[in-house]
């Protein structure tokens, strides 16, 4: 009898897990619904210089798209092309960062303006599948938007070949059943807010230059939010220093915050002295390259926000085991 009922129990489980890889077969690939946005790129050389700005710049696009053979040039201050191929090797699997060059056979020259637009605001591929989520220009504006592509397609071709994702099992149960296509909170705006001052701010602080995706506190396995925006205390590991860790700083205007006595002067000027912390994930190299207006416009917003107290101690912390 008790024979009979474990066999019946352990072929529930296997149905179950049988079933569950099937699932997960049918569904990491699936192709979702997403609208392609009217963005079309244009030729007007103020257009393309504002996305060479934005990709060099705040929206820190070159700090994946750049091969790792041009690193070394794109720290000391140059613009290598953006051919991609840098591998993020995770345990969801191993993610190839794209050509984003017109090259027509292995870059942008095989998308349309809709199919760019379209994963960049709604993290849609071309090919209609989830795009692995590490964009960060959902709340882009029409504009930037266009301005970004426009710098893409006035680019020189580079022919650089990118081999396709690898998922593994793990990445493959992540996309089937947690990765549902960010997009947009809500209608991103026409036009960027241009006045120098809190609104211009929020619109980089939440948006492309996203210091709220790693100044808040967040879990690990959805990435959602589980601490107040702006609060710090998400931590980071460092590879080469595997006994420390780092933890972002609060940036909310509380005594425990780290920038609450800093005039907008010294604000300025911790963005121009770039990485301090070696190996610091936050990318001081392109907000380097922002400019004082947009600086100046980020320190304004941060100041309107609620003061939360947070004390998250210093950055760099020796592994709490
Ligand atoms: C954190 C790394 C990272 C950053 C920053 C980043 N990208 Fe990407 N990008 C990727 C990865 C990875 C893919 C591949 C996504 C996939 O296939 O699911 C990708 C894909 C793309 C594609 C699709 C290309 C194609 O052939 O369909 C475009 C367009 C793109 N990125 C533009 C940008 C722009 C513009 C920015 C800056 C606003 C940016 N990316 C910033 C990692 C990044
Ligand atoms: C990819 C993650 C990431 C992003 C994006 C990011 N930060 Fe950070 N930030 C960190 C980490 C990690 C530290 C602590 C290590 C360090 O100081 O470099 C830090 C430190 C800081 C500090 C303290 C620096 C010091 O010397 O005390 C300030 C201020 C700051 N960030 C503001 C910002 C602002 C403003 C933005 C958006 C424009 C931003 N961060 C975007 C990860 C990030």
Not at 6 to 24: K, S
Not at 29 to 37: G, I, V
Request: glycine share 8%.
């Amino acid at each position: 009898m008790i024979r009979k009922v474990l066999l019946g129990i352990a072929i529930a489980l296997l149905v179950i897990v049988v079933g569950f890889f099937v699932t997960i077969n049918l569904r990491w690939d699936r192709t979702l619904e997403a609208p392609l946005p009217e963005i079309a790129a244009s030729t007007d050389y103020a257009v393309i210089a504002r996305g060479r700005y934005l990709a060099y710049g705040p929206a820190h696009c070159a700090a994946c798209h750049v091969s790792d053979a041009d690193q070394a040039t794109l720290e000391a201050g140059g613009q290598p092309p953006l051919s991609g191929g840098h591998v993020f090797d995770i345990p969801p699997g191993k993610f190839h960062v794209l050509n984003l060059t017109p090259d027509s056979a292995t870059g942008i020259g095989r998308r349309t303006d809709g199919e760019l637009a379209r994963i960049l605001r709604h993290d849609v591929r071309a090919d209609g599948r989830a795009a692995i989520p590490f964009m960060e220009a959902q709340e882009a504006s029409d504009e930037d938007l266009t301005a970004l592509i426009s710098f893409l397609r006035s680019q020189p071709p580079v022919k650089h070949e990118v081999p396709p994702h690898k998922l593994t099992t793990l990445g493959k149960m992540v996309m089937s059943f947690m990765i549902t296509p960010k997009g947009p909170a809500s209608t991103p705006p026409a036009v960027t807010p241009k006045e120098v001052g809190p609104e211009r701010g929020a619109y980089l602080a939440r948006g492309i230059a996203s210091c709220v995706g790693c100044h808040t506190q967040r879990s690990m396995v959805t990435g959602a939010y589980t601490g107040p925006e702006f609060a710090g205390g998400m931590v980071m590991e460092l590879p080469q220093y595997p006994d420390h860790e780092l933890v972002t700083p609060n940036i909310t205007p509380d005594r425990t915050g780290r920038i609450a006595i800093w005039t907008e002067q010294e604000f300025i000027d911790r963005f121009r002295a770039e990485v301090v912390l070696p190996e610091s994930p936050m990318p001081w190299v392109f907000f380097a390259r922002t400019s004082d207006d947009d600086l100046r416009s980020i320190y304004r917003f941060l100041n309107t926000l609620p003061p939360i107290k947070n004390e998250t101690g210093v950055s760099l912390q020796p592994k709490r085991k």
